[in-house]
């Protein structure tokens, strides 16, 4: 399977806490994507990776938000003292350069009660 | 006001029908514009992609932009069940400086049924 693939596929929290959403992008690509979606709406930026640094980090909605992606591959994305808002699907992508098609794994399905 | 708007629908079509699909945008140097599709607890797959203005063809699926009305189409002819899905467009406007990073509409909701 050469696809990106997003761990958990389900994740359900308690409000406050602290989680983990990681990203394995298709070896090779070097642009990483995480995008969030709530239910109805489309993709919405939250931030974009170029190797190893941040290129763009604009669409982070506060500073609970945090990512890396610290061999240039795989990703974390960390959301500290989830809120009930966080709850949505989150996606990630990569492409093979910047610019280039993003391909998306099948997203991360958190849930914060 | 967004600046791109896309009618959640459902749209219910049966078998066999033509179908159409639009977004209109308000940002004038978008120029890149893109359809996804996503099934049901999938990430969102690119259908097609065109530049400017004008029309561009693959198979069942015809992608149509009016820069001047700031509108773009999707049509699907011959739809199959298989289609059910939703249809998102996106765009950039990196070809004018801008960003890689595309706005997405929120999405129609297709079902075709037998």
């Known amino acids: 399977g050469a696809g990106v693939s997003q761990t958990p596929s389900n994740k359900v929290t308690e409000k406050g806490k602290y989680v983990e959403l990681r990203c394995d992008p298709i070896?090779?690509?070097?642009?990483l994507y995480w995008y969030r979606q709530s239910l109805g709406q489309g993709p919405e930026f939250l931030i974009y990776f170029q190797g190893t640094g941040a290129a763009d980090d604009s669409g982070l909605p506060n500073d609970r938000f945090f990512a890396v992606r610290p061999e240039g591959s795989v990703s974390t994305l960390k959301i500290q003292r989830t809120e009930r808002g966080d709850s949505a699907v989150y996606l990630c992508a990569s492409s093979v350069r910047d610019g280039g098609e993003q391909f998306f794994g099948p997203g991360t399905r958190l849930t914060v009660l | 006001q967004k600046e791109v708007e896309q009618d959640p629908g459902p749209l219910s079509v049966p078998e066999g029908a033509i179908v159409s699909l639009n977004c209109t945008y308000s940002n004038s140097a978008f120029q890149y514009f893109m359809w996804y599709r996503q099934y049901s607890r999938k990430g969102p797959e690119l259908l097609m992609y065109?530049?400017?203005?004008g029309n561009k063809e693959d198979g069942r699926f015809t992608a149509q932009v009016d820069k001047s009305s700031k509108y773009i189409s999707l049509f699907i002819r011959d739809s199959q069940p298989s289609d059910s899905a939703t249809y998102l467009c996106?765009?950039?406007?990196?070809?004018?400086?801008?960003?890689?990073?595309?706005?997405f509409g929120r999405g129609t909701s297709l079902i075709v049924h037998p």
């Open positions: 065109t530049y400017s203005s």
């Open positions: 070896s090779g690509h070097t642009a």
């Open positions: 996106a765009m950039t406007d990196v070809q004018s400086g801008g960003s890689y990073i595309p706005t």
